[in-house]
């Protein structure tokens, strides 16, 4: 987690200052802020229409009684790109507008929906599932085995 963090707000903002510094040296200093500030207008304009369409989708599907997972991941997906294209940079935006595009989130998704199969049948080939019954000889022998008691009060008021 400290690895992640580090990268995150030390190493991304050095190489976001370096493209910058490079990018001005190009096209100028006033066309670099232009840029940015366009990217960011842009993307935020994006960022609402494909965030409102996948709303739209999850409640069109919840409506109709099916879970809306690849709504969801859409949204998340339109969120973070959100984030990277509202903060200043190059290299955010880049992987923001990356994330806007459709073909780009559906590789992605079927590459983390494909590492969460693997793991949890890795972890069902360990330990089985968690979510399976267990009988009374399965049962850890340290775990007392004490009935459940829920204590509370009543008041009526008409």
Request: with cysteine; charged share 15%; net charge positive.
């Amino acid at each position: 987690m400290f690895r992640f963090l580090f990268v995150l707000f030390i190493i991304i903002p050095i190489i976001e200052i370096a493209l910058l510094i490079q990018v001005s040296k190009v096209i100028g200093g006033f066309s670099t802020i232009a840029l940015v500030i366009i990217t960011a207008i842009l993307g935020a304009k994006m960022v609402k229409q494909q965030g409102m369409s996948a709303l739209q989708k999850a409640q069109t599907q919840m409506a109709e009684g099916q879970m809306p997972a690849k709504e969801l991941f859409t949204g998340i997906c339109v969120i973070i790109a959100g984030v990277l294209l509202l903060t200043p940079g190059i290299m955010t935006d880049v992987f923001g507008l990356l994330l806007l595009t459709p073909v780009i989130r559906n590789k992605l998704a079927a590459g983390l929906a494909s590492q969460a199969t693997v793991r949890m049948s890795a972890g069902m080939q360990q330990g089985g599932s968690p979510f399976t019954q267990h009988s009374q000889t399965e049962a850890d022998p340290h775990q007392v085995n004490k009935p459940t008691i829920i204590d509370g009060e009543f008041e009526r008021k008409d």
